[in-house]
Each structure stands twice: as C-alpha cells, then as structure tokens.
C-alpha cells in the first residue's frame, strides 16, 4: 500500500503536553490549520526535537480524522527562514493572526504560498509595512471579511474627495462629517490598489487592517506586539 504523500507544512504555535509530547498547531498546504500530537517530540532521543520550529519549512504527514491528528513524519525541505528585529516580530504576528484567525482543517486557496512568500519577503530588504499590509489584506478576504474598496454600501463608486466610515461585515458608509476615524476615497482607492508608496495610504491601509482584524482577534492578546514593544523600549534606551 502506497504511503499518503508528504504535505508542505509550517509549524504555528506548540506546547508541551504529557511528559515527552507536544500538541503542535500547523499550517499545512492543503489542510490550512490542523492540530496534531507529536509524541515523543520532546525526548531527548527524538529525531524531530529541532525540527517543531517556527519559520522552518516542513513536509509532514498525519493520521487521524478527529479534530487532533497523530504526526507521524516529520522532516524539514529546507533551512530554516532566518528573521531578526523587527522582521522576526512582524513574522510571529503573522503566525499568530493565522493561529486565532483560521478555521480549523479548512484549505485557503493560495494562502499558504502567500504566507511562505511573505516570510521570504521578509528577509529581504522590502519595505516591511507593505509586506504585512499586503498579507494582512489577503487573509481578510480569505476568511470573508475584505470590503470593497472602490464602492461604498449604497453602491456607488467611491468618490476620492469623500469620507467614508468602515462598519465591518457590512462596508465603507459615505459620512458627512470629518474626523480621524473615516477614510478619504483617494484612500480607500489606493488601499484597493495597494498603493504603498505613498505614506498616507500606507497609514490608512495600516489603520484599516488594525480595525478590521480587530473585529475578528476580539480581546485576545497579540504576544508578538507586546514583544515587539518591549523591543522597540530597549532599543531606544
């Protein structure tokens, strides 16, 4: 009988579990976020004691149709991605949106290229906002939440010298007055057209995903915006 195939893999989020195990959250190609058990991952005769790591590209296999998996292979298919500073911290906060964020066994078409792709993009020398900004952008509209850009809730175009207010699960709603919360129409155009160059689209494309993601996290915690402004405090010392 012919074994399952291996299935590229990145590991999101692990901890300990019994004496030598861990329950491990995986991101996985075709299965988007699956939970699995890989025992004996913790003892020190283990062969995948280094390999449960953030960041390191995986082929994997698992059994089981409960919604816990049993790992059964386990081999990495390439170094590990090597991140530092600000570019290490704007990665763990991508693993955690997609940790709280995914359905469980649930395949997101081209999410998980896009995930390897940014992570790439973030050892190199790209501007990192645009980088996250475009992520960010791509994993509301795979979870259903991405609003239109180019025309507000009463379908009409958006105008670039109007303001419009985002209201999630429903859109951009024209608004009459002016303040720091609403978007301009030349914002929201450049925001759908992933303008980042420009530094004031670049902030309301930063402000919107805050917002928007903010709706989904609800009150739980980012680990990796603490870390980083806890960086940011040092370093400035």
Known sequence: ???????????LHTRPYRETSQLVELFVASAGKISVVARGSRSSRSSTKGLLQPFLPLQIRYCGKSNLKTLVHLEAS???????????FSAMYLNELLYYLLEPDTEY????????Q??????ESQPILSVLRQFELLLLQQLGYS??????????????TAFYRYEPEAGFIPSALRDRALFSGRELIGIGDQNFSDENISAAARRFCRQALAALLGNRPL?????????????SE
């Open 223 to 235: 680990k990796s915006r603490e870390l980083y402004s806890s960086f940011i405090a040092r370093r």
């Open 109 to 116: 078409q081209g999410l998980f290229s896009s995930y390897f």
């Open 1 to 11: 009988m012919t074994e399952p195939e291996l299935l590229p893999a990145f590991v």
């Open 147 to 160: 609003p239109d850009f180019y025309y507000s809730v009463d379908g009409l175009p958006v105008e670039p």
């Open 118 to 123: 940014t992570l790439l993009a973030l050892t």
């Open 78 to 88: 390439s170094p590990q991605i090597v991140l530092q500073g600000e570019r290490l």
